[in-house]
C-alpha cells in the first residue's frame, strides 16, 4: 500500500471513529516497522495493522559439510523497494480474531 494511500485510511477512520490508540513500533526484522491503530469500528472494537519490511532481494544459505556444523541464512534487502502487509482484526472476547479482508473489496 502507497503511503499517501494509507494516510487516507488513516484520515478517515480517525475523521469518523473513536481512535483509542494509534502508534507505530519496531518490528522483529531489520528495518521493520508495524504501525497499528486500535478504534470503535462498525463491527466492535477493531485493529488495523501495517506492516512495512524492506524487499528481500536474495537469500544465501551458509553452512559447511561438517557433521554436527551449523547453517544461518543471509538475506539482502533492498534499500528502495518495501513490501506492505495490512491486516484488519476485531476483539471478541479480549482476543484478537483476524476479519476476512474481502467484505472490505
Do not use: C
Not at 473513536?18 to 469500528?41: A, S
Not at 485493529?47 to 524492506?54: D, G, I
Amino acid at each position: 500500500m502507497m503511503q499517501e494511500k494509507w494516510e487516507q485510511v488513516i484520515g478517515r477512520i480517525k475523521d469518523e471513529f473513536d481512535v483509542q490508540t494509534h502508534q507505530t513500533l519496531d518490528g522483529e526484522r531489520e528495518r521493520e516497522t508495524i504501525e497499528e491503530i486500535i478504534f470503535n469500528g462498525p463491527i466492535g472494537v477493531m485493529r488495523l495493522t501495517r506492516t512495512k519490511r524492506p524487499r528481500v532481494l536474495e537469500e544465501k544459505t551458509l553452512y559447511s559439510n561438517r557433521a554436527g556444523s551449523s547453517m544461518s541464512v543471509e538475506r539482502v534487502y533492498s534499500d528502495d523497494e518495501f513490501v506492505d502487509t495490512v491486516e484488519v482484526f476485531k476483539d471478541e472476547n479480549g482476543e484478537w480474531v483476524p476479519v476476512d479482508n474481502s467484505m472490505f473489496s
